[in-house]
């Protein structure tokens, strides 16, 4: 635990610093901005789909809900950073609309998380065809919404570190392994979901609200699209669920590697990316750093005998 809460701090630490270390160059600060949304979203999807091991399939409504209410927020004058919390605050409320699905187990929980994402989509559509518009700030450019975006970073950071250290936790935990078990300790299964949920949809709402704003103006297709919940999905297995270094690294090398294959590898990139990212979870299922964990102990063990 202590590595690992080294590890993320370093990784803060980077991303702080780079509107310094690239000042005037849009693009890296844009790229570090990108990564500090997807690390929010990879940690947020982390604490339904890692702690309770429910495969939640609707946390791109999270994200686009959050982006909708920081654009209604701004157009009725609300300063934008209070129009963020905002987000977070209606996808709380989205959580709760989505609680009673809960009570379904494996596939079907899946099924009916994608299908309400989906729906609540095709409603926004119907409303906002061509999405909605973002009211700017004078003063809040590009850099003043990254170190905004990397404040709600290092909050959820730390919120999944004493997350890591709580009951809350052990309780996920424990209803993931044998729900049947922590149910006759006591544990309501239910209950302890519908935080997690919670949880997680107000960080996701945040992340929606402050890519919202950057974009300034919203398509509904967009911020509703299901990649919302796939690429965090998939930063969380390649990095290993259930961990607070997990999702992070598993951001990095995603990332990384999308990006090192678009540029060198323009015409397949699509292809190669989907190829390696499919054989890292072929030979790494448990995740980056469970698999390393468990050679480094097996290593530890053979020199020891």
Do not use: C
Not at 64 to 81: M, N, R
Not at 105 to 130: M, P
Not at 203 to 215: P, S
């Amino acid at each position: 635990m202590k590595a690992g809460a080294i590890l993320a701090a370093v990784a803060v630490a980077i991303l702080l610093s780079i509107p310094i270390i690239a000042a005037g160059n849009n693009f890296v600060i844009t790229l570090g901005f990108i990564f500090s949304v997807y690390i929010i979203l990879a940690l947020a999807w982390n604490i339904v789909g890692g702690y309770t091991g429910m495969l939640n399939l609707g946390h791109a409504a999270f994200f686009g809900v959050g982006a909708y209410t920081l654009a209604l927020s701004t157009g009725a004058g609300i300063h934008p950073y209070i129009g963020v919390m905002a987000g977070g605050l209606a996808a709380v409320g989205l959580g709760l609309l989505m609680s009673p699905l809960l009570r379904l187990r494996g596939d079907y929980f899946a099924i009916g998380t994608l299908s309400l994402a989906e729906a609540i989509k095709v409603a926004v559509l119907n409303i906002h065809a061509y999405g909605i518009r973002v009211t700017s700030y004078e003063g809040l450019g590009r850099v003043e919404n990254y170190y905004f975006v990397s404040a709600v970073l290092v909050a959820v950071g730390a919120t999944t570190y004493l997350l890591q250290r709580s009951r809350l936790k052990l309780a996920l935990v424990s209803i993931r392994e044998n729900e049947v078990l922590a149910n006759a300790s006591g544990i309501n299964p239910l209950k302890y979901r519908v935080i997690a949920l919670l949880l997680s949809g107000v960080f996701t709402g945040i992340a929606g609200g402050i890519y919202g704003y950057n974009l300034l103006y919203i398509p509904a297709e967009h911020v509703f699209s299901i990649e919302w919940t796939i690429i965090p999905l998939f930063m969380v297995l390649i990095g290993g669920r259930g961990t607070l270094t997990g999702p992070l690294i598993g951001s990095f090398i995603y990332l990384g590697i999308y990006y090192v294959l678009q540029f060198t590898l323009t015409e397949i990139s699509l292809l190669a990316f989907g190829l390696v990212v499919v054989l890292i979870i072929k030979f790494m299922p448990q995740g980056v750093i469970e698999t390393l964990f468990i050679r480094t102990l097996r290593i530890k063990r053979v020199s020891i005998i």
